[in-house]
């Protein structure tokens, strides 16, 4: 259903996302369907890469085989000897693929085994759905997932688990604010853009944290910014000439006041201290 030779879900033209849609329509119903679309598209997309992601995993590295093997040998059900050798050649055999393979193992072989999921193939958002209301419309937080899914019975299997299990409780009860994401980040020190630990496979920052403003909002709010503090740079600068004319006309007063006074003791013939001068002047 899905096409095998493009590079990346974005070659993948509308047609033939339109195509896996009207798939889905046809062997689900609900009264908002066109609703979940996106979503579901989306978690197409996380399917596909993975499904990818395993023909190496499975069907070469599991076997040992090199790629020039794997290219001559039967390729997988599901698969024709085409698309099969097209994927090895324009994929797997590429810099930038084996590049982000590396980084990815290394990033897994950092999470410790003994924080894994306890789910198997059961997805998270099963788990949600079954255990912890979500079939109720009820939104549970990191730590009732993060313990549904470690916990054996009704236990933490290790010290390991209980320990990040207690970092998040008391990192939510510590600082109630911080989003979910915000906690992970602090409690796991992750740096993943795209995933949120804690809540398996297809769960995205975005589904967390919502929706943020795309670059032509954000410019537009740059933009709209940077008028405001041009405006207020301009009244400044208008309220320093002000001031500056102001205080040219006080020192023009002064100085009239310092010739009037010159004047007055001159007609009188008499000598008036400063201070006092300025007092008589003053009443």
């Known amino acids: 259903m899905c096409p095998v030779k493009v590079h990346k879900w974005a070659d993948i033209g509308d047609k033939e996302k339109e195509h896996m849609w009207a798939a889905v329509t046809d062997s689900f119903t609900n009264e908002n369907m066109e609703a979940y679309k996106e979503h579901v598209l989306d978690h197409m997309k996380e399917l596909w890469r993975k499904w990818r992601s395993d023909l190496l995993r499975y069907k070469i590295i599991h ?14 059900d599901g698969l024709n000897k085409s ?20 980084r990815n193992s290394n990033n897994r072989a950092q999470y410790l085994k003994e ?3 306890r789910t198997g193939s059961k997805p998270f958002r099963q788990v949600i759905w079954d255990d912890l209301g979500g079939n109720n419309g009820k939104k549970p937080n990191l730590v009732d997932v993060f313990y549904s899914t470690r916990k054996k019975g009704t236990q933490l ?27 992970v980040q602090q409690v796991f020190k992750s740096k ?8 398996g496979g297809g769960i995205k920052l975005k589904d967390v944290r919502g929706p943020q403003p795309s670059r032509v909002e954000l410019q537009t709010k740059l933009n709209a910014a940077n008028k405001h503090n041009e405006v207020l740079a301009n009244r400044v600068e208008e309220v320093q000439a002000e001031n500056n004319e102001m205080k040219e006309r006080v020192s023009l007063v002064e100085s009239r006041m310092k010739m009037f006074q010159d004047a007055l003791v001159s007609q009188l013939n008499v000598t008036i201290p400063t201070s006092q001068a300025g007092s008589e002047m003053q009443e």
Do not use: C, H
């Not at 698309?83 to 590396?102: C, G, T, Y």
């Not at 290790?158 to 915000?182: F, G, H, I």
């Open 63 to 76: 076997k040992k085989l090199t790629l020039k093997a794997a290219y001559n040998a039967s390729p997988p």
């Open 83 to 102: 698309e099969w050798q097209w994927l090895i050649k324009e994929i797997f055999s590429k810099r930038e693929f084996k590049e982000r393979s590396a």
């Open 157 to 183: 299997p290790n010290a390991e688990t209980t320990q990040k299990y207690e970092e998040l409780r008391e990192t939510m009860a510590k600082d109630p604010s911080l989003s979910q994401v915000e906690v």
């Open 192 to 199: 993943s853009r795209d995933r949120v630990v804690g809540f």
């Open 115 to 117: 924080l894994m999921p």
